[in-house]
């Protein structure tokens, strides 16, 4: 962009500049047109000199803090802290003397903000997002931010920067991603609650491998403000711990309206104490079973069925109400993630620097300058999975023009009407169950198809690429409360056969069994970085 000499720091329309940016869109100026233009546009440019002239509102950093630091190598066995500190919140409240840890895709001022990608290298946020001024608010200690998957853009826990985040049941393995240093620190017991985010599987994942809890809460229910976002309408944050009790205080802190964030324009004004009515017990529970979930060949493996089933009957005989509700778009729900995430994804993350345009919130100034400036320099350090979005998401817009993103979110309502006829019905959304006895609950959601695009995204494209050998069948451990491992073995088998087409010159990667093998020949040592 030019500037004038001596001038102040805001571009201007000069003619070269108005040549190019007419030839991106097709325009066919003429000399007179430029020149014309050029006045009209010398006009309109000061009011952005005047915008930075004006101070503007930010999120507050209520609570005194340090600037931490990231923890050695003998201090993170895990790999799971990306920082650690200790911010003491206020001096009682519901959650006063619990530890928790935040994902490092969530804004705490004065501490990096890596988002599990060298592009934010650097980068310190200027607030606190809201749900940290929530829970330091209810008397919590914030002791560090725990390492994500690299944008948060992955279903295993190998792609972070600086370094990959292993099991603490067993460190060879997986901790499951994209929240998965939440999820290790958790179960090692370095936090008392953590929280992770969750636009395809990214709490549910790594909390059934590492064996603690997670949810995923309503759309809305909690303000993603001060959060690193993919894309606006998949975007939930939601909490980790080793005991319902715990996930249910932290809920209940940190839901709510904010009045910055544009996903709560449907949440409700007031809500459930949810831990006021855990240990109401299973009676008067009205629980829907998907039968489409069940049975499904190739991805869904008969003794986690059998588990489920078993699981239900239990509820029944403790008084609930159990039966099918088929949900027909179940099995399609793949295509509706697709339609929406990817070109979603490029045109939040990328095209629109991180924020987007065109909704009305707190938009984090800082974090989309430092970014935006990071992703045109620093562009080979995306992830393989990010370029391959984007990609595919720049292509989709030029060549379709926002075709497929739109008809995607019009369908989408489809599922959202059936879960509003659900709820008439005296059915449970996942957050009202939580408050009902779920110490003794399995979890009886089969995971919407619509979500299993981020495993099959990450592993198929990403497990070449690991840079160390852990294996992903850390799911295995667990299988009985989650199916992805099923489907990340489906999905490697289909990778490997794509990227025998393509002769691809890559690490080619297979698990089975819980062996990594590579190029057919088991691997015995770690690959090198």
Same mark, same amino acid.
């Given at each position: ?112 903000? #890596?988002?599990?990608? !060298?592009?934010? @290298? =650097?980068?310190? %946020?200027?607030? +606190?997002? /809201? ?119 932290? #809920?209940?802190?940190? !839901?709510?309206? @904010? =009045?910055?964030? %544009?996903?709560? +324009?449907? /949440? ?262």
């Amino acid at each position: 962009m030019t500037y004038k000499q001596g001038g102040p720091p805001w571009p201007c329309a000069v003619p070269d500049d108005l040549w190019r940016i007419a030839h991106l869109y097709g325009f066919a100026l003429t000399q007179e047109e430029v020149e014309t233009f050029s006045v009209f546009l010398e006009g309109l440019l000061p009011s952005y000199e005047w915008l930075d002239t004006l101070p503007e509102p930010a999120l507050p950093a209520k609570y005194p803090r340090d600037a931490g630091y990231r923890p050695a190598p003998e201090e993170n066995p895990l790999g799971a802290w990306a920082w650690r500190c200790s911010i003491k919140g206020a001096p009682a409240g519901p959650l006063a003397g619990k530890r928790v840890a935040v994902k490092d895709n969530v804004s705490v001022q004065g501490l990096p903000l #890596l988002n599990g990608s !060298a592009l934010m @290298d =650097g980068y310190l %946020p200027t607030v +606190d997002a /809201t749900i940290v001024t929530r829970m330091l608010d209810a008397g919590a200690e914030l002791v560090g931010k725990t390492v994500c998957e690299d944008l948060c853009f992955s279903g295993g826990s190998h792609t972070p920067y600086p370094w990959p985040v292993r099991n603490r049941h067993d460190p060879e393995r997986m901790a499951g991603g994209s929240s998965s240093g939440s999820a290790a620190v958790v179960a090692a017991g370095e936090a008392d609650i953590a929280i992770g985010g969750d636009q395809g599987v990214s709490i549910r994942i790594p909390a059934s491998w590492c064996g603690v809890y997670g949810l995923k809460p309503t759309y809305g229910l909690v303000p993603y403000t001060g959060i690193f976002p993919i894309e606006l309408t998949l975007d939930h944050t939601g909490p980790l711990a080793r005991t319902v009790t715990d996930v249910a205080l932290c #809920l209940e802190v940190i !839901a709510g309206r @904010d =009045g910055l964030d %544009p996903r709560q +324009d449907q /949440t409700p004004e007031s809500l459930p104490r949810y831990s006021q009515e855990l240990g109401a017990g299973a009676r008067g529970l009205r629980i829907g079973v998907v039968p489409d979930g069940f049975g499904w060949q190739g991805l869904s493996e008969p003794d986690v069925d059998e588990a489920v089933r078993e699981a239900a009957g239990r509820f029944e005989s403790l008084g609930a109400e159990v039966r099918e509700v088929s949900v027909p778009l179940h099995r399609q729900g793949v295509h509706f993630w697709n339609g929406v995430g990817v070109e979603g994804t490029w045109a939040i993350m990328v095209r629109g620097e991180g924020m987007g345009h065109g909704w009305l919130g707190y938009h984090d100034t800082a974090l989309v300058e430092f970014y935006g400036r990071s992703r045109r320099v620093r562009a080979q350090d995306f992830s393989p999975t990010v370029k391959m979005v984007t990609i595919l998401g720049h292509y989709l817009g030029e060549r379709y023009h926002g075709r497929y993103y739109a008809r995607a979110q019009n369908l989408r309502r489809k599922r959202q009407q059936f879960e509003a006829w659900a709820q008439s019905r005296g059915y449970r959304t996942a957050a009202e169950t939580l408050a009902r006895d779920w110490e003794r609950m399995v979890t009886l959601y089969r995971y919407p198809r619509e979500h299993w695009v981020h495993i099959r995204t990450v592993n198929v494209v990403e497990s070449p690429f690991a840079a160390l050998r852990l294996r992903t069948d850390a799911g295995k451990r667990f299988k009985r409360s989650d199916r992805a491992t099923a489907v990340i073995w489906k999905m490697l088998m289909v990778a490997e056969r794509r990227f025998r087409r393509l002769n691809a010159p890559h690490l080619l990667a297979k698990v089975y069994a819980g062996v990594r093998y590579v190029d057919g020949v088991e691997a015995t040592q770690e690959v090198a970085a």
